[in-house]
């Protein structure tokens, strides 16, 4: 049947088929596009570790301790802020060295006479208080120092006439 026909007519055939072919392929890689959406107040804020302490001043104090003596005080510590806080206790104490390491320190937590979280010397110690919940997770702690003999009479009036104080410190990490 091709052969009858002209060569201008066939390459006229083939060049409109050709053309199809284009156009239909070409018609087949159609990009698409949306509309953007915009999503508004993602907000953020940091929270905040901070803490507050019951009453004011020392929280104990014995101006004429003698041997056997004891002198107790107790503060609640209150975690004020937003997140929750592993609190730990340390000590400083300035004065006389020897009084210091002579008195013995038990600390409790919440039940005045538990079990002690704590229970040695005075001078320069260090106490693990756990973890506070946010937003007011509060603890009492119970202290009692006692001066204790230092077994001789010899020993123990090396000790008369010294004083010694000591600062407490709370500190917290983030939990």
């Known amino acids: 049947?091709?052969?009858?026909?002209?060569?201008?007519?066939?390459?006229?055939?083939?060049?409109?088929?050709?053309?199809?072919?284009?156009?239909?392929?070409?018609g087949t890689f159609a990009n698409f596009t949306a509309t953007p959406t915009t999503i508004a107040s993602n907000a953020f804020a940091s929270g905040s570790l901070t803490?507050?302490?019951?009453?004011?001043?020392?929280?104990?104090?014995?101006a004429a301790m003698r041997i056997g003596d004891t002198?107790?005080?107790?503060?609640t510590i209150t975690n004020t802020g937003t997140l929750a806080g592993t609190y730990t206790l340390t000590g400083s104490g300035s004065g006389s060295a020897a009084l210091a390491a002579q008195l013995h320190l038990t600390l409790y937590k919440d039940v005045d006479g538990g079990t002690a979280i704590y229970d040695g010397s005075l001078g320069s110690f260090s106490a693990s208080l756990g973890t506070f919940?946010?937003?007011?997770?509060?603890?009492?702690y119970y202290f009692h120092v006692s001066l204790p003999t230092t077994g001789s009479d010899a020993g123990d009036n090396v000790l008369q006439g010294l004083s010694a104080t000591e600062d407490f410190t709370w500190s917290a990490t983030q939990a």
Do not use: C, E, Q, W
Not at 51 to 62: D, K, N, P, T, W
């Open 51 to 62: 803490m507050s302490r019951s009453g004011s001043g020392a929280i104990f104090s014995s």
């Open 133 to 140: 919940a946010a937003s007011g997770g509060a603890h009492t």
């Open 71 to 75: 002198a107790t005080g107790s503060v």
């Open 1 to 26: 049947m091709l052969k009858n026909l002209p060569l201008s007519k066939i390459l006229l055939s083939l060049a409109a088929i050709a053309v199809v072919a284009v156009a239909a392929v070409g």
